[in-house]
């Protein structure tokens, strides 16, 4: 007999002994989405199972999670539905099993959904306004939680392109913002994030750029550059040509006034003998119609005569 439980004792020990206990039992949250993960305990064997376990803390009794009651190692366990109450506390546990053996339960820490979940950044389109941005954003929606109003604040930062002078902006969540008193023409980078007043765990959105309002165009920046240069050429010539022109009259002046002094002259006098020769002619023509008159009524008188000497020779013949 006694030696028959010496040859039992060594399987009985092994059976006795239990499976390592999993490691890193952790409970991450993103969106509302719970994830739990965790790895087998060191030495743990190949064909071993894991099951997960959950309490809620106002009930205060473990509930196995029907989608993971036989997990492989490196799978972890979906916790979303289980975790329905945001307001409420949570723990869960792991454990390894065989046919033969058991592990310890490995215990996760105190998990809170309300505020342990991390806020995924949002969808972001921005637009130009003039001297504003107008943001558009679209939150993603939360795993069996769209009742949950979560989002309360924007936190935008934005950030000029040309200098990389930024600051930060926190705002009321609203679908449409706009962010005003910026620059005409000037490219903006903008990054967004959502927050709620239970809740500092957030990830920011990607950067994204728009101008306040439409760039010149390069050809249009350089026809008035080539404006600019054609005026100020043109000015150049312009002003050159009045300064040269300038100095050219006043030396024909200085050369040819004398002459011209003595032209002024020479033509004054001219008009004068010229004045002189007409007034002259007019008075001579004057005497010479008073000479002429006489002889021609003189003439004239002759005439009426001799008609009326003709006229009476004919009254008398044909008498």
Same mark, same amino acid.
């Given at each position: 007999?006694?030696?028959?439980?010496? %040859?039992?004792?060594? !399987?009985?020990?092994?059976?006795? =002994? +239990?499976?390592?206990?999993?490691? /890193?039992?952790? #409970?991450?949250?993103?969106?509302?989405?719970?994830?739990?993960?965790?790895?087998?305990?060191?030495?743990?064997?190949?064909?071993?199972?894991?099951?997960?376990?959950?309490?809620?803390?106002?009930?205060?009794?473990?509930?196995?999670?029907?989608?993971?009651?036989?997990?492989?190692?490196?799978?972890?366990?979906?916790?979303?539905?289980?975790?329905?109450?945001?307001?409420?506390?949570?723990?869960?546990?792991?454990?390894?099993?065989?046919?033969?053996?058991?592990?310890?339960?490995?215990?996760?820490?105190?998990?809170?959904? %309300?505020?342990?979940? !991390?806020?995924?950044?949002?969808? =972001? +389109?921005?637009?130009?306004?003039? /001297?504003?941005? #107008?943001?558009?954003?679209?939150?993603?929606?939360?795993?069996?939680?769209?009742h949950l109003d979560l989002h309360r604040e924007l936190?935008?930062?934005?950030?000029?392109?040309?200098?990389?002078?930024?600051?930060?902006?926190?705002?009321?969540?609203?679908?449409?913002?706009?962010?005003?008193?910026?620059?005409?023409?000037?490219?903006?980078?903008?990054?967004?994030?959502?927050?709620?007043?239970?809740?500092?765990?957030?990830?920011?959105?990607k950067p994204y750029c728009a101008f306040t309002s439409?760039?010149?165009?390069?050809?249009?920046?350089?026809?008035? !550059?080539?404006?600019?240069?054609?005026?100020s050429v043109l000015g150049l010539v312009l002003i050159?040509?009045?300064?040269?022109?300038?100095?050219?009259?006043?030396?024909?002046?200085?050369?040819?006034?004398?002459?011209?002094?003595?032209?002024?002259?020479?033509?004054?006098?001219?008009?004068?003998?010229?004045?002189?020769?007409?007034?002259?002619?007019?008075?001579?023509?004057?005497?010479?119609?008073?000479?002429?008159?006489?002889?021609?009524?003189?003439?004239?008188?002759?005439?009426?005569?001799?008609?009326?000497?003709?006229?009476?020779?004919?009254?008398?013949?044909?008498?």
């Amino acid at each position: 007999m006694g030696l028959w439980i010496l %040859l039992l004792l060594p !399987f009985h020990l092994v059976v006795c =002994v +239990s499976l390592p206990s999993p490691s /890193n039992v952790s #409970i991450s949250s993103f969106n509302m989405e719970h994830i739990l993960s965790f790895r087998p305990g060191p030495g743990t064997p190949s064909d071993a199972r894991f099951i997960v376990q959950t309490l809620r803390f106002r009930r205060n009794s473990w509930k196995a999670v029907s989608s993971c009651l036989e997990l492989m190692a490196g799978q972890s366990c979906n916790l979303t539905s289980a975790f329905k109450d945001p307001f409420e506390y949570y723990l869960a546990r792991v454990q390894a099993f065989t046919r033969t053996q058991t592990s310890n339960w490995a215990v996760s820490t105190r998990f809170y959904p %309300l505020s342990d979940t !991390f806020l995924g950044p949002p969808e =972001v +389109s921005v637009s130009g306004c003039g /001297n504003c941005l #107008i943001l558009q954003v679209s939150v993603p929606t939360l795993k069996n939680q769209q009742h949950l109003d979560l989002h309360r604040e924007l936190i935008v930062n934005v950030r000029r392109t040309r200098d990389g002078i930024q600051f930060r902006l926190t705002l009321p969540y609203k679908e449409e913002s706009v962010i005003t008193y910026l620059q005409r023409g000037v490219e903006y980078c903008v990054t967004v994030a959502v927050t709620s007043f239970s809740n500092s765990n957030f990830l920011p959105s990607k950067p994204y750029c728009a101008f306040t309002s439409p760039p010149p165009s390069k050809s249009s920046v350089y026809i008035v !550059f080539s404006l600019l240069g054609a005026f100020s050429v043109l000015g150049l010539v312009l002003i050159g040509s009045v300064v040269y022109g300038g100095q050219l009259r006043f030396k024909l002046f200085g050369q040819r006034s004398p002459r011209s002094l003595s032209y002024i002259l020479l033509q004054g006098q001219s008009r004068e003998s010229v004045e002189l020769s007409d007034r002259i002619s007019v008075t001579d023509l004057h005497k010479e119609d008073s000479t002429a008159r006489p002889q021609i009524s003189s003439t004239s008188e002759e005439r009426l005569e001799d008609w009326r000497g003709r006229i009476k020779t004919v009254a008398k013949s044909d008498v």
